[in-house]
């Protein structure tokens, strides 16, 4: 993609989505005829998962051999009905991934960047490392943890999805490449009957309003279609003093059905801006064991962001060093066009072929505030302009005027997305051997899988001072020395981060291709079903990345003065830059064991060894002169053992599993700027359980992990602790009471106390977010709802820069908290 100024970069023509999407979804999109439903039965993959809890006879098809159900399969598995999804009350799509068991899902980014581990799985840096998300059986993004580009920014919740299937450990080695710890599904509609819905969801106490669709049928010899999507507009849960929110999504797929098989085509087209939420000035009192975290005077973590009304444009320098503004509104704003197609076709003697494609064409922009520092205005003025050196607003209604307030040196976080640009293919041929008994069978398996991720993208930070306000009402502040000559430019005190050595001007464009054959045996024998599986991935990386260099006087706002910023500016070194070319190469296998004891027990045990391919976080550092780098850096491995029991009788099902996890970690995390060189161990046991009568539903999920840092290359001291943000106890419990026309209930998320850093000092205390959910049908085709999330305002931060606080003193911290109480309200018309 080539490079220009503007601050919305442009898609190239030859793939121009916009128009094309929308012409293409129309095309998907036949007339709305009541044609009768297609007397073909639906193809195995677009079997609906039930929505009663811990369904053990629902087929699973992700990440497994496939074709079997709950009962019999040795992975731990949970799928997520649209019912359970619309009880969680979810505000972003992380949120859903908080009532999995055994996922510790920190979704206090808002609608993307979120930290997701699995059963003791570590989050060194951020984003979701050893888990894959997917659509339709195809990763979003072919690493989960991409630096300002993670998995879940690509990946919306709306009304295009079925259900949501996880699978924790187990097969995931060996049915997708980079995702030792698990695989979380989103599952679309395929239109298997006619129906529609329209929606519309309003905030009562924040402004927001969103719009969803669907509809879909079988319109005759055997096709079928489904389209849907959203499109909203508002200010989020914390008061950014503008939109923060506004963008939507389209969805479509058409399938045929043929006697033999099916042959379905996907698109997908996301335009969304969303702000994001980084760690904020949080209260800290009492001591490390026993803090009490909250509001500061003017400004509370729960409601409020740095982000403001007064903050909201951004000049600077572009990937090639030439004059751009940036909009800050934009937040994290991803700009995507997927498309693909699947098949399965089943021939005599016991052959079927199925294969995958997809393709999207990725890009856009993450920008957000981040609390370098926060300080009275006089330290933070004189550790810019020197002694004598003094605050006064830059902007807002006291412009002018002098602050002597607190101030937070702010580094903007602004990142180019140019191109993540992901392409993969999934072909598998599978034979079956009948062995005699009805339903005795060995499946042999053998498949090809490739991906080519593409990461290009320039680090553009520049440095300002704000005041510390809530209510999207922070000015800008600008810093004058002794001698009274203003510092500043609008609150811009520095292109670049001075307080952090000019690290983080960078550029890099890589891409990282993989080949991964493999091969799998699934054999039913009676009361037994045994699979195991073996995968090889190999993989390329090429490309090149460029770091920092300061440059005196250079003009950057065109202005034709020379002004204290510009004195010395960081650019890209696009002169200096330096190769990325390696390969690596990886075996992962999985063998599992499930005995049927009677129709309503199964126990299983499942031994697995898989890998993780680092990608872009090894740069600036890990990656040698001539682009190689160590084969101990290149892949992390993760061993791993499951044994456990699904259980049912009458309206109680339960499926329990104990877990240990041996895990290499290579990784790196920008704002300690360190890097790492661990390896972690954990164990555990996962329970996950449900109970029907009459109206009465509940379902529930609990996870102890007992988590170490056995070896810690960097930092020794470290070994023995426990990895930070791992609480001994995560948990999630859904239950409620339908009757005729309604249903209410409610939605509990919580967790018991956590290490907010590796040194296992200052305490994270443990926190109970319970949400309120509740609907009501007044007519044959319409529906109310309401909806509470934290119902009860509970307060609870789920990371912290700071790993120590002083004790009986005021501390600030900077911390990401789960927002505040919210409440949306619903109306839906069924057709």
Known sequence: MSRTSDSRRRVPSRLRPHALAWAV?????????????????????AQAASDEGVDLDAIVITATAGGKSKLRTSVSTSSLGIDTLERSAPRSTAEIFRNIPGIRSESTGGEGNANIAVRGLP???????????????????????????????????????????????????????????????????????????????????????????????????G?????????????????????????????????????????????????????????????????????????????????????????????GLDGDNRRRSTDITDGMHPDSTAFGFEGEFRFGDGWRINEKFRYADNEGRFVGQFPAEVASAASIASSIGGAGATLRYANGPNAGQAFTGTAVR?????????????????????????????????DVSLGWYRSRQNIDMDWLWNSYVQELRGDGQSALLNVFDAANANLSRNGLYAYGVPFWGNCCTRSYNTQYTI????????????????????????????????GSVQVANVDVDGDGNITAPELSVS??????????????????????????????????????????????????????????????????????????????????????????????????????????????????????????????????????????????????????????????????????????NWTVGANLIGTTDAYAQDNNELVMPGYTQVNLFGDYRFAENWVVGLNVNNLFDAFGITESEEGSIVANTQNIIRARSIPGRTATVSVRFEF
């Open 25 to 45: 979804c129309l095309l998907l999109a036949p007339p709305v005829v009541a044609y009768a439903q297609d007397p073909a039965s639906p193809p195995a993959d």
């Open 123 to 221: 989050v060194a840096a951020g984003g979701a490392k050893f888990l894959q998300l997917q659509e339709d059986g195809m990763p979003v993004m072919e690493f989960g943890d991409i630096a300002f580009g993670n998995a879940d920014i690509f990946l919306r919740n709306d009304w295009s999805i079925e259900r949501i299937e996880a699978v924790r450990g187990g097969s995931a080695s060996t049915f997708a490449s980079n995702s030792p710890g698990g695989v979380i599904n989103f599952i679309s509609n395929t239109g298997d009957m006619q129906s529609g819905a329209i929606g519309l969801t309003a905030g009562l106490d924040y402004d927001s309003f969103r719009t969803d669709f669907r509809y879909g049928m079988p319109f005759g010899d």
């Open 223 to 315: 096709w079928r279609f489904h389209v849907a999507g959203f499109y909203r507009s508002g200010d989020g849960v914390r008061d950014a003093g503008y939109t923060a929110e506004q963008g939507g999504q389209l969805k479509a797929n058409l399938t045929k059905d043929f006697e033999n098989g099916y042959l379905r085509f996907h698109l997908k087209r996301l335009d969304d801006r969303a702000i994001g939420y980084l760690p904020v000035p949080t209260r800290a009192t009492g001591s490390n064991g026993s803090p009490n975290l909250g509001a500061i005077e003017g400004f509370d973590p729960a409601r409020d962001t740095l982000q403001s009304r007064y903050f909201r444009t951004d000049i």
């Open 410 to 442: 702010t580094h903007l976080f602004n990142t180019e997305i140019n191109d993540f640009g992901h392409y993969a293919n999934d072909l598998k041929a599978t034979k079956s051997f009948a062995l005699g008994g009805d339903a005795d069978k060995l």
């Open 515 to 546: 080949d991964a054959p493999y091969l799998s045996l699934s054999l039913s024998y009676g009361n037994w079903d045994i699979d195991a599986s073996v995968r090889r991935d190999s993989g390329d990386a090429d490309g090149n990345y460029a």
């Open 571 to 740: 650019q890209i070194n696009n002169a200096a830059n330096s190769p990325v070319n390696y390969d690596w190469g990886y075996t992962s296998y999985s063998v599992g064991a499930n005995y049927l004891v009677n129709d309503d027990l199964g126990v299983f045990a499942r031994i697995s060894r898989g890998g993780r391919a680092n990608a872009d976080r090894l740069l600036f550092g890990l990656v040698q002169p001539d682009g190689s780098v160590r084969a101990q850096d290149a892949v992390d491995l993760v061993d791993q053992f499951e044994a456990g029991l699904k259980w049912r009788r009458e309206n109680f099902s339960l499926f329990a599993t104990a877990f240990f996890a041996d895990t290499e970690e290579q990784n790196f995390e920008l704002t300690s700027q360190r890097f790492f060189d661990r390896v972690y161990k954990a164990r555990g046991i996962e329970l996950e359980a449900s109970w029907r009568y009459e109206g009465l539903f509940l379902n529930g999920g609990l996870t102890w992990t007992d988590a170490e840092i056995s070896k810690d290359d960097i930092s020794p001291a470290n070994e023995g602790n426990t990895p930070r943000r791992q609480a001994d106890l995560v948990y999630q419990l859904t239950g409620g009471y339908q009757a005729g």
